[in-house]
């Protein structure tokens, strides 16, 4: 599956899961190590600006947050999936933390944290995550093949053995570092 039609796929389940998160539960910790429901917003709204930017072939402006990261969410993600979908936006070499990368691989980098940060939001905020199980395998083999040597315990943590019983997004959450409740009773 290109990363187009996975990046289709996982708008509407991110919308969902962020449209039923309260302000309530902003504060609520997540599997992603030392963040917050807050805090992992935050870090998707800022990476949307700046890599909708990148795909654009465009200097990445600073983010001018309003105060209310439920309502930047959408239009945040909104902005990077049109500038993903542009013509030759996949062809660009995008300028990564981890250095530059071809804009169809960072795409799927995109996709992973995406999807990762979904099951992140919707285990803090104790809502249901069903992605498509072909869209999990799909991104968990790019995972496989490009986290290895990314693994520096600070972007990318070691993977970590998912539990007997896992889904297969928890799985995929396992082998970014995080630990997954699986069926350990």
């Not at 902003?26 to 600006?49: I, K, S, W, Y």
Request: glycine content about 8%; proline content about 9%; charged content about 15%.
């Amino acid at each position: 599956m290109d990363p187009l039609e996975q990046l289709d796929q996982l708008g509407p389940l991110l919308a969902n899961v962020v449209g039923n998160i309260t302000p309530a539960q902003l504060d609520n910790e997540t599997p992603c190590a030392q963040f917050t429901v807050r805090d992992v917003l935050e870090h998707m709204v800022g990476g949307a600006t700046a890599f909708a930017a990148a795909f654009r072939g465009q200097p990445a402006s600073p983010v001018a947050p309003t105060g209310d990261v439920l309502d930047e969410f959408g239009p945040a993600l909104t902005n990077l999936a049109t500038a993903m979908h542009e013509p030759g936006a996949l062809d660009r070499t995008v300028q990564a933390q981890f250095g530059a990368v071809p804009g169809e691989t960072f795409a799927r980098f995109v996709v992973l944290d995406g999807l990762v940060h979904g099951w992140d939001l919707a285990t803090a905020t104790s809502q249901p995550y069903e992605p498509p199980e072909a869209l999990v395998a799909d991104v968990a083999a790019f995972a496989s093949a490009a986290l290895d040597p990314l693994r520096d315990g600070d972007t990318f943590a070691a993977a970590v053995r998912a539990p007997k019983g896992s889904t297969p997004i928890e799985q995929l959450a396992s082998l970014t570092g995080r630990a997954t409740a699986g069926d350990q009773q």
